[in-house]
């Protein structure tokens, strides 16, 4: 059996992967080459070290091996993990600051709003990419993907491609760890349906594991007690939606928020991200990348006056690469979905993004249609609901009904993705402008095509080639 890692040099996916492998017993049984894959040369030779120093420890038969080339990572492999990103944070504060500069309030910009469409177009490319070459050399794979924006992308991919691909994100356990401390009970103790779009999910249900009682009414009610101001940045937006919707979202505000025009009201630290002054000039002179903060639960007015600036941070991430002596496992969900695809071992998976697409079935269990896995939303749209995994098939959930407004919302973000996956697959600027002027932060006709162009501009060398067509 073979997996390929792609983004391997990666700090915070290529090391934390290579653990899950080799201590997942399923997987290392399976005679199981590991290919670690990453266009820097240097960063993927670091993982290959930590990975064989990793394998040795645990006494490990798995094999590792690296390489710069996309076909021979991807030659008569059985799974794909992608986690690839171009420059990000460079890119992403021109994502967060250009739309903002010509008056579109979006928060964070990473998956949504219109830093959110810039983004998914310059990993649509790659990603396609990934999609060809697998096509030839391992078209029975199946690609499994953390890139951001996930959604999107994974949308491109289902419509440009036959190659199967599932969306993975530990988003949803954000979610839960809030309602966790809601509720003062440990997060294991409960149980939970998550139902939406990734980065924008609401909590049908919400349990007690072992009785099955109905938590929402606590919830509704301790959430009434609970002081404003704690961890306003992170969960203030979600309390006005639990009340307004009534459902709990998940992950977190900054991401919730890139898809609801008033959220900014909320989340105060968005003023604060890749903070410059632009009295100085252009922040992107010399490559130099604005500092970045998370949110204010990072503390950054505590940095020191004349603490460096790394990565464009002002609270560098960690370094999740641990002693290969004592590897921990990572939480994050391929590793079961492959454990279960490989092995037969059940798993129950909090989160995955496929299509929109059930099977009906007949008399004699005869497949005789297609129903949405959330009723309400397209078919042929990407949405993020619970699974189980068990004998060598995956089984996305039937999803709980989800009210009118929370649909409306996702409705409009449905559109959204599937414009711009009109606007890459026929280089259409047009429709790109399209997809802007649906988007809830969109306030001028005329600002929307001046940001098109000028994002063109400024990115020109990693965007696709899209044109007008007037």
């Known amino acids: 059996m073979k997996v390929t890692l792609i983004g391997a040099g990666s700090r915070e996916f290529g090391p934390p992967t290579v653990n899950d492998l080799v201590l997942s017993q399923p997987l290392a049984g399976q005679d199981l080459t590991v290919a670690l894959m990453d266009l820097d040369g240097a960063a993927v030779e670091r993982t290959h070290a930590y990975a064989r120093a990793v394998a040795e420890s645990r006494g490990s038969g798995v094999r590792f091996i690296s390489t710069t080339v996309l076909e021979e990572a991807l030659a008569d492999t059985d799974f794909v993990v992608t986690a690839?990103?171009?420059?990000?944070?460079?890119?992403?504060?021109?994502?967060?600051?250009?739309?903002?500069?010509?008056?579109?309030?979006?928060?964070?910009?990473?998956?949504?709003?219109?830093?959110?469409?810039?983004?998914?177009?310059?990993?649509?490319?790659?990603?396609?990419?990934?999609?060809?070459?697998?096509?030839?050399?391992?078209?029975?794979?199946?690609?499994?993907?953390?890139?951001?924006?996930?959604?999107?992308?994974?949308?491109?991919?289902?419509?440009?491609?036959?190659?199967?691909?599932?969306?993975?994100?530990?988003?949803?356990?954000?979610?839960?760890?809030?309602?966790?401390?809601?509720?003062?009970?440990?997060?294991?103790?409960?149980?939970?349906?998550?139902?939406?779009?990734?980065?924008?999910?609401?909590?049908?249900?919400?349990?007690?594991?072992?009785?099955?009682?109905?938590?929402?009414?606590?919830?509704?009610?301790?959430?009434?007690?609970?002081?404003?101001?704690?961890?306003?940045?992170?969960?203030?937006?979600?309390?006005?939606?639990?009340?307004?919707?009534?459902?709990?979202?998940?992950?977190?505000?900054?991401?919730?928020?890139?898809?609801?025009?008033?959220?900014?009201?909320?989340?105060?630290?968005?003023?604060?991200?890749?903070?410059?002054?632009?009295?100085?000039?252009?922040?992107?002179?010399?490559?130099?990348?604005p500092p970045w903060i998370y949110n204010l639960r990072d503390k950054p007015t505590e940095t020191p006056l004349f603490h460096p600036v790394r990565e464009g941070r002002l609270k560098p991430s960690p370094n999740r690469i641990t002693d290969p002596t004592d590897p921990r496992p990572s939480g994050e969900l391929a590793i079961p979905l492959m454990e279960g695809l490989v092995g037969g071992a059940r798993h129950e998976l909090e989160a995955v993004n496929v299509l929109n697409q059930a099977a009906t079935r007949g008399e004699g269990g005869q497949a005789s249609g297609t129903r949405p896995l959330v009723a309400g939303l397209p078919l042929h749209s990407v949405v993020e609901v619970p699974a189980a995994v068990a004998g060598g098939r995956l089984e996305p959930a039937l999803a709980d009904p989800l009210p009118e407004p929370i649909l409306a919302l996702l409705r409009t973000q449905c559109s959204i993705n599937r414009l711009l996956v009109d606007a890459f697959s026929g280089k259409s600027r047009d429709r790109l402008l399209q997809a802007l002027l649906l988007d809830p932060t969109t306030h001028s006709y005329g600002n929307a095509v001046r940001l098109v162009d000028l994002m063109f501009e400024r990115q020109g060398d990693v965007l696709p080639a899209l044109e007008w067509e007037r």
């Open 84 to 289: 690839i990103e171009r420059r990000r944070y460079f890119y992403w504060s021109q994502d967060f600051h250009i739309p903002r500069m010509l008056g579109f309030e979006q928060i964070y910009g990473e998956n949504g709003g219109p830093g959110g469409l810039f983004h998914a177009l310059r990993n649509m490319g790659p990603i396609m990419d990934i999609a060809r070459t697998m096509e030839r050399v391992c078209p029975d794979a199946l690609m499994l993907n953390y890139t951001n924006p996930l959604t999107k992308l994974c949308e491109a991919w289902c419509r440009l491609s036959p190659v199967r691909t599932v969306g993975l994100c530990h988003g949803v356990f954000e979610g839960m760890a809030q309602v966790a401390a809601f509720l003062e009970r440990p997060v294991e103790t409960l149980s939970f349906q998550s139902v939406g779009l990734n980065h924008i999910t609401w909590f049908t249900r919400i349990q007690d594991r072992e009785t099955g009682a109905d938590l929402y009414p606590e919830l509704r009610e301790r959430e009434r007690r609970a002081h404003w101001l704690h961890d306003f940045d992170e969960i203030a937006l979600s309390r006005i939606l639990l009340r307004s919707f009534g459902l709990y979202p998940s992950p977190g505000a900054n991401h919730i928020g890139e898809y609801i025009r008033w959220a900014a009201d909320l989340l105060p630290s968005q003023d604060m991200q890749f903070f410059h002054d632009p009295a100085d000039g252009d922040p992107w002179e010399d490559d130099r990348i």
